[in-house]
């Protein structure tokens, strides 16, 4: 007599058999890694101090490249991520326009690349060209949800909103965001600043596609990541890029879906690489562990990189001179473009030698810059071609193939002022914009509401007091004197000079040859200056994000003092022109919730900051979208 087949084993193999074939699996923790990067600049040889043998000790892609080999023959199920800006930073770009660093997309299979802001310097043709010379279209997906590329239609063959792959049975969907940076060229390609609208639409549409693990690579910067994890639901995590910014751990942001968004940001110029390990479970994401793994000297350097990177050598070489190994002067320190916050001095030693190259060159009284024009530091040592363009790598020379050209032009005290104060009230939201100076110096109170900032009797052009009414020369790249415009700064006797920033401090260094250099106090902020303990005293108050942000109309301040205090709260347009005035009065100990209402606003950015006592002060950036 035949025996029957017990109903349970027969289900457990028709499961069996359904889990081969379409690669469903059913409640079981599937694990998958995330690598990612960003902001790499085209730093493909490193960056850093140099070893005995002149080699940079710390990035560059080879050491990307050999963590990328060893995750996929050691972890399961591994993805890799850039987040955008490839390209402008060393000569690979200048010379070869992100050709290289695209090829090794290719080469090493990444899952997908971000569409950042600088990979519009050249413009869309630029562009484009690169990735026809690289490979096939359809070989790498690069995302952007919020381009329109209906006036340049040519790149939707390279550049889509989103893209996905299944890992295991589970169906991966992610996308890229671009911001709208006013130092890129995309037209006629239109970066839209509806991020939020974008994102859930493009989430719902992944979902709609039976995407259930959605991934977005942001290149907007962590502002925008936190808001996109409160506000956008079903984003289980955010690899980020745009300002630099690299966080030991993911920072877990709650989402309207009711899960911890995870935030992850890994720095630039492959000098880290973000290493996410999940477990993925019916809907459920859960983090394993992360790592930023240090591409430093511990990390060997994989050869075939190294082999082809040497091979484009000569051609750079040919056109700029031994940029590699000549040296151009002796770093006696390492030389930063950072400064200590809880220190008054805001001139940093970069922004000292740069400002001051520059006007060595011209001859003018006064050189400016920008904390953001500057990229990568200069190390103690021995310092070539190569380290002085990626100093100030932006912008691009057709005459010359470098970087940007020094403009000379005069301006009146008064208009230097207003300018100074128009770009110190950005700065409060985005350190980028902070003034470096060669030939000026000043002390301004971060406290005080644009307009007052700066406190005029400090203000010196060459040890004597600005006069108001007097005219001076000052130098700056085309990059800031364009910023200048824009903000309806008005200057006089514009000169274009053919000195671009490479030439102009390359040969600065070879003036001086061993280049020392520190903060100086050119700039302060007396804000900082007046507390005899920053720490503790700024521990006496506290601002929050407003929440929601973005918001229609009607958003929540919250605001902490741990002693009486005189309490005023403002806000402020883009502009810096104040616009709101919440609170002005006397408060006690305590924790408190200011209810805003811009019905009467249009949309935009807007500035909210505390002030304690007339003295202290701490500003947040909010978004108003009617």
Known sequence: MKKSIPFFIYAAVILLSITASTGITFSQDIPIT???????????????????AGEYTKGGFDRAATVIRDSRNTDPNVMVFHVGDFSTGSFYFNRYFSVPELTMFKRFNFDAVAVGNHEFDLGPAVLLNSLN???????????????????????????????????????????????????SNPSPVVISDNYLQIAFNTVTALQAEGCSLIICLSHLGYMFDNQLALIVPGIHIILGGHDHSYFPQPVPVPNPSGFNTL????????EYAGKLRITYNNGNVNMTDYQLISLDSNIARDDSVNSYLDSLKPGIIARYGNVFSETVGYAVNDISASFNELKPERDTPLGNLVTDAHRWRTGTQI????????????????????????????????????????????????????GLELVLFASMADIAYHPQSSGLTF?????????????????????TLLNLMSSYSVTAN????????????????????????????SKYARENRRITYKSEGRIRDVNVTNLSNPVSSVNDFELFQNYPNPFNSKSVIKYR????????????????????????????????SIHFNADKFSSGIYFYRLYVNS??????KMLLLK
Not at 34 to 52: E, R, V
């Open 34 to 52: 995330i690598l990612h990067f960003s902001d790499s600049h085209s730093s493909l040889i490193g960056s850093g101090p140099k070893n005995i």
């Open 133 to 183: 010379q690289s490979f096939p279209p359809g070989s790498v997906p690069f995302l952007s949800a919020n381009l329109d590329l209906n006036g340049y239609p040519a790149l939707g063959a390279y550049i889509s909103p989103h893209s996905s792959k299944i890992i295991n049975g589970v169906k991966v969907g992610f996308f890229g965001l671009t911001i709208n940076d006013p130092s």
């Open 263 to 270: 935030v992850c940001h890994a720095g630039a110029h492959y």
């Open 367 to 418: 050189s400016l810059t920008a904390v953001g024009l500057m990229s990568e530091s200069i190390y103690r040592g021995p310092v070539s071609g190569e380290d002085i363009l990626r100093v100030t790598p932006y912008g691009y020379d057709t005459a010359t193939g470098l970087n940007m050209r020094l403009v000379k032009f005069s301006i009146t005290g008064s208009e230097l002022k207003r």
């Open 443 to 463: 002390d301004y109170n971060s406290a005080q509401p644009v307009g007052f900032k700066i406190l005029l009797p400090t203000m010196k052009v060459n040890d």
């Open 478 to 505: 085309e990059g800031l004197f364009r910023a200048l415009s824009l903000l309806g700064i008005t200057v006089s006797n514009v000169e274009v000079t053919n000195i671009n920033e490479y030439t102009s401090l």
């Open 561 to 592: 003092i741990s002693k009486s205090s005189f309490v005023s709260i403002k806000i402020f347009d883009i502009t810096g022109r104040q616009v709101s005035d919440l609170v002005n009065e006397m408060k006690q100990p305590g924790t408190y």
């Open 615 to 620: 003295a202290y002060g701490m500003t947040k």
